[in-house]
């Protein structure tokens, strides 16, 4: 089946790589959107003649439309612009590759219409989770995960009539550019280290999420949030090699796992397509070629990004709003070159005992939780 798409972050990694499983299967792409990516939006829109574009950025879009008069493409700006795009009648699908808690409001937009939601935005079900898939189950609307992990859980469940032959979900972890070193050695390294991931090509944020092992985290609250499933029936384990994508084990012992490339083209392409499979252009996995696979425990404890994830999910309400929010400042502070490693968990955990949680929350409880995380970071560091 051929998608009609809304890409929103289409200048990050999934964005781009989205575009290429268009090119390769015949999709066609309505809209597309930007933070201030101005030439690679520009790019875009020639290649692909989406008939909207957005530029989240105001100085952005206005030189965009400069560069766009002659193609006759829709420009537009700010938040409205990108709840525009998400809910774009001609287009049946919306990828979510924007990053943080700003995707929470388009995804509900485009849920609000109905749509299939291609999710690589965890953040929106970390946050706000219950909120999201009543949502969607209220409207009607699909939301199919291209995390790779969640990818590979949500294919392993496609033979599952019933979820209750579940014993346990295992979501597998590369274990970052640090997994093994320890406390004192975590305190010496570098941004530049932090950035160079052993398996995945990412975007900044996400690559420095992956050597905290936070991503990991929001990836375990993100399961509990799609599959419905209690914390002690997810596991976590660090699988170096990056071939298993993730595993479900049911009440009977048997286990199903997700094997392919590290290559993200291979889940945001069955995102758009499922429940067909279809040629496409990810690589396929040479199992000749493959090393040996293996498996082991994490340290939540020398790994605190990781261990405080596991916490708040136990704990709920917006704990997980707050831990998000706290995160992602701490992680634009580390990339701005303002504090060193390990001041991320410390950060967080700051914040986290600082902010209020909410225990039943409502949309505003849920912004208000990562506003208040997010000052509560700038004022240690300030």
């Known amino acids: 089946m051929k998608r009609t798409l809304s890409i929103l972050g289409s200048s990050g990694s999934i964005g781009r790589q989205t575009l290429k499983v268009a090119e390769a299967c015949g999709h066609r792409v309505a809209a597309i959107a930007v933070n201030r990516s101005v030439g690679l939006a520009e790019a875009q829109v020639r290649k692909f003649k989406p008939g909207l574009a957005v530029a989240v950025d105001e100085a952005a879009a206005a030189e965009l439309r400069v560069r766009l008069a002659d193609t006759g493409a829709k420009v537009l700006s700010g938040q409205e612009g990108l709840l525009e795009a998400a809910s774009l009648p001609e287009a049946d699908t919306v990828v979510t590759a924007i990053v943080g ?22 953040e929106t079900l970390v946050c706000a989770g219950e909120l999201v898939m009543a949502r969607a189950e209220e409207k009607g609307a699909e939301i199919v995960p291209v ?21 346990r979900l295992i979501i597998t972890a590369s274990g970052g550019p640090f997994y093994g070193k320890s406390c004192e050695e975590l305190s010496l390294v570098t941004k530049e280290q932090a950035l160079k991931h052993p398996n995945w090509a990412m975007g900044a944020k996400i690559t420095i999420d992956s050597a905290t092992l936070m991503n990991k985290g929001l990836e375990f609250i993100e399961a509990m949030r799609l599959y419905a499933m209690p914390p002690e029936k997810i596991q976590i384990v660090v699988h170096r090699e990056s071939i298993v994508h993730s595993l479900v084990e049911f009440e009977d012992g048997a286990i199903l796992a997700q094997l392919g490339s590290a290559d993200m083209c291979l889940p945001i392409q069955y995102a758009l397509t499922w429940p067909e499979r279809t040629p496409g252009p990810a690589k396929p996995l040479d199992l000749l070629s493959c090393p040996p696979l293996t498996f082991q425990t994490p340290d939540p404890d020398t790994f605190r990004c990781l261990g405080l994830a596991l916490e708040c999910a136990e704990r709920g309400g917006t704990a997980t709003a707050i831990l998000n929010g706290a995160n992602e400042a701490a992680v634009a502070l580390f ?31 849920v912004f208000e939780a990562d506003r208040a995380a997010r000052e509560a970071v700038y004022q240690s560091v300030r």
């Open 101 to 122: 808690v700003a995707g929470l409001r388009p995804t509900l937009a485009a849920i609000d219409c109905g749509k299939r939601i291609a999710l690589a935005n965890k």
């Open 147 to 167: 995390d790779s992990e969640h990818s590979a859980i949500f294919q392993c469940l496609q033979g599952c009539k019933n979820r209750g032959e579940l014993r």
């Open 335 to 365: 990339l701005a070159d303002r504090i060193n490693f390990l001041d991320i968990p410390r950060l967080v955990e700051s914040a986290l005992g600082r902010v209020p949680v909410v225990d039943t929350p409502g949309l505003d409880d």
